[in-house]
């Protein structure tokens, strides 16, 4: 009688509370149930379940040896699913988290490209300025822009995305255009976003570091309305470089202090380490990792390619 076989019966039996329903559960008859059951007391020696007529509980020796075979059982099935992902086409739902300033034209060519490429996947996206909980909420993945990734999470470093300080040809117009952070005033009022800290923000360039705080003129949780507040004339906005490089290239924007940099936080890709990395998200963060990692060489020093670009647990 099969080892391996009567371990999985033996759990089935503990969690359906009976032989009858872990039969069924199987597919099996009760009393082949019953068999495997009495093979593995057999073989360790022990009683593992006490029986009776109307009720079965485990035996202290059945106790421990359940919590065991429970936790062999989720290794060997994980071992499985490792070795099934190399060859299994991806398919399903993959249901992942962004922020908001995710809705780019560059970020879409990459979904369609991805979607060319694996037709059997359904992306279910899901863009908001917050830390969704993976687990809670059944997120198969993340892609988070943060210089602290959680310790918590398996993460993969994708590229850094600039910030950096815009505003309207009309409103500098009206406000007078500074040269230089210091520069920067009162007057300049400025859009902030409620989803992180940029009270005060720090230039870097070449005369030095400049920390310049941040006068707010209107705070929003949305990049999309505050890159709309700015073309309308409200005042100025640290924003994604992902999201304004139409407005800049055609100059319905202007970027000010072009020689200085501000924060450049890096996306990561981000996946519980509770669960198991499927197909369908392998093949996604390797896909969105080949197109962005060449977006990033202007802004990180680390190689394209190599360790320091593996996924790794951190803590």
């Not at 008859?29 to 379940?49: C, D, P, W």
């Not at 940029?198 to 920390?211: A, L």
Request: neutral net charge; charged residues 25%.
């Amino acid at each position: 009688m099969d080892g391996l076989t009567s371990l999985r019966v033996f759990r089935d039996v503990v969690e359906a509370g009976s032989f009858v329903k872990a039969a069924e559960r199987l597919d099996i008859s009760t009393a082949m149930t019953s068999k495997h059951v009495a093979n593995l007391e057999r073989q360790l020696g022990v009683r593992l379940l006490n029986r009776t007529t109307r009720h079965l509980s485990l035996t202290e020796a059945g106790s421990v040896y359940y919590e065991q075979c429970r936790e062999a059982l989720d290794i060997l099935q994980a071992a499985e699913a490792a070795v099934g992902s190399q060859t299994d086409k991806p398919r399903g739902v993959l249901k992942i988290t962004a922020p908001g300033w995710f809705a780019t034209a560059k970020f879409a060519d990459i979904l369609v490209a991805y979607r060319a490429r694996y037709p059997e996947v359904l992306i279910d996206l899901r863009l908001e300025n917050r830390f969704a909980d993976l687990v809670e909420e059944g997120y198969d993945m993340a892609l988070r822009a943060t210089s602290e990734p959680s310790p918590t999470m398996i993460v993969r470093p994708l590229c850094k995305v600039p910030f950096v300080l815009v505003g309207s040809p009309d409103y500098l117009k009206r406000n007078g255009q500074p040269q230089h952070p210091r520069d920067l005033v009162e007057r300049n009022e400025i859009v902030l976003p409620t989803y992180t800290s940029v009270d005060s923000v720090e230039f870097s360039g070449p005369d030095g570091v400049f920390t310049i705080k941040n006068n707010a003129v209107l705070k929003t949780n949305d990049s999309s309305m505050s890159l709309q507040l700015v073309r309308a004339g409200l005042g100025l906005a640290y924003l994604p470089e992902w999201i304004v490089e139409q407005e800049l290239a055609t100059g319905v924007l202007t970027h000010l202090f072009p020689a200085y940099t501000t924060f450049a936080p890096r996306v990561y890709a981000v996946y519980t380490s509770r669960k198991y990395m499927t197909t369908k998200v392998r093949t996604f963060i390797d896909f969105v990792f080949e197109a962005l990692s060449t977006d990033d060489s202007g802004h990180n020093s680390a190689p394209a390619r190599g360790p320091s670009n593996s996924p790794r647990k951190l803590g």
